[in-house]
């Protein structure tokens, strides 16, 4: 088995090291394909307007100067496409995807871009303690668990247009309470704010940041709600974004006779 690696914090992350030695131990067929520069929050982002420069580390391990998306395609369909990869895996994120962070994340485009080219493909993150300038994440929980989650889901067989997004616990391997498929959840957005500095010279300049505040309850069985458990969360996402109840309201109001009446 072919095995892409990736990530959104870029060729020299700590997490991304984490993720070769899970690959490691599902193939000996490992490529390396990552950015350049950290690129967290760029979602599924393409570089279009600039050109990609491509820097070989060694012979399975490469930097691009673009995004996670970049890598993807990069590595599917320039590095190795004599025999595209079998299996896309994008992390091990520092900090935790879920709830509204699948929309923002690097590391789940890059899923999400594997996906999209028809191989199965995995996002997985390490939940760690941010505040405080944060403590280091329990990468060794990652790899405990990881391995055979992917195996027991490549076994059952994955959706064409599904990718799996497994987050990890802020805790030891032997503190996991259990594994659990969890849905989408949903983060208090009251507390996400502007951060409003200067700089030496007077300027302003702003930071985008969750303020801290009490945790209102998290949706029961979310990815959220799953973490704040101590247990390993994997939510299955799909690339269609249709809501199938609202577009079946939408086509009641907007079927043919009565867009006719309204022109006649």
Sequence with gaps: MRILVTNDDGIHAP???VLEEIAAQLSDDVWVVAPEYDQSGVSHSLSLNDPLRLRRIDERRFAVRGTPTDCVIMGTRHIIKD???DLVLSGVNRGRNAAEDVTYSGTIAAAMEGTVLGIPSFALSQACHLAGGG???HWETAIAFAPDIIQRVL???MPRDT???VNFPACQPNQVKSIAVATQGKRDQELLGIDARHDGRGNPYYWIAFQRGPRKGYIPNSDLAVLEDNRVSITPLRLDLTDEPFMTRLVDIFHE????????
């Design 163 to 165: 990718l799996v997004n």
């Design 155 to 157: 076994k059952e067989g």
């Design 257 to 264: 006779p009565a867009v006719r009446r309204q022109r006649s």
């Design 83 to 85: 025999r595209p990869p």
């Design 135 to 137: 403590s280091k994440p």
């Design 15 to 17: 997490g991304l090291g």
